[in-house]
């Protein structure tokens, strides 16, 4: 079945530095990936939606220019945090459109920010 | 505007069955999908819900009524490995919305 895969798995920083999370579908070609923000025991926000090749669309209330989304091939969509603070530690996930039972949302295993 | 509403928190005990509800207002809807989720780790798919009626795959069953905008997932002869969240997410146009998500605790 589809895979994503999303890196790094857990990542600490220190305030005002930048973070790169990378989301690959491994044996498929995924046009649309999807970013979600999750907030301990609270659901799924979606961020933004990466389309290759062109530029994301950022949901209302979240900062593009704080939150840097490339989407540069069909196997790799990559967020970047910048100038991350506090207020930024969450649950990130990327989600990838592809083929199988799960009829084309396969999740990457999440990427859990602490920044201190 | 959108708006998908779910308990947010359920128990049960160990062999028992129990309805996890969701109802839903989008401004396009496609379809229905339900995912489990265990604490740390990204949700893992359940059901996918188009027509109305219910889908039964397993110890999980889901329902779907577009007239009433309304859901449920059903899980009969509960374990303990059940115990996870639940989050229902409608398919709209070309995105997933998801509601709030459902805290079950299943207790032996």
């Known amino acids: 079945g589809a895979v994503v895969s999303q890196h790094p798995s857990r990542v600490i920083c220190k305030s005002g530095t930048s973070v790169k999370i990378e989301c690959r579908s491994l044996d498929f070609q995924a046009t649309t990936m999807f970013w979600y923000r999750q907030f301990p025991k609270k659901s799924l926000m979606l961020m933004a939606t990466?389309?290759?090749?062109?530029?994301?669309?950022?949901e209302q209330g979240v900062e593009k220019d704080k939150f840097l989304i490339n989407h540069a091939s069909l196997t790799l969509s990559t967020l970047t945090v910048t100038s991350a603070h506090p207020e930024d530690s969450s649950f990130y996930i990327c989600?990838?459109?592809?083929?199988?039972?799960?009829?084309?949302?396969?999740f990457g295993s999440g990427t859990r920010l602490t920044v201190v | 505007g959108q708006n998908i509403d779910q308990p947010t928190e359920m128990t049960a005990t160990e062999g028992a069955i129990v309805q996890i509800n969701c109802t839903y207002q989008t401004s396009g809807f496609n379809g229905l999908f339900w995912y489990q989720q265990h604490a740390g780790e990204a949700p893992t798919f359940l059901s996918y819900n188009v027509l109305d009626g219910l889908e039964e795959k397993g110890r999980f069953s889901s329902f779907l009524s577009r007239s009433k905008g309304y859901s449920y997932l059903l899980l009969k002869e509960l374990q303990m490995k059940d115990s996870a969240s639940y989050l229902c997410?409608?398919?709209?146009?070309?995105?997933?919305?998801f509601g709030t998500g459902t805290r079950l605790q299943v207790f032996p």
């Open positions: 990466s389309n290759e090749g062109s530029k994301a669309t950022y």
């Open positions: 997410a409608a398919y709209n146009t070309d995105k997933l919305i």
């Open positions: 989600s990838a459109s592809g083929t199988g039972e799960d009829y084309g949302y396969t």
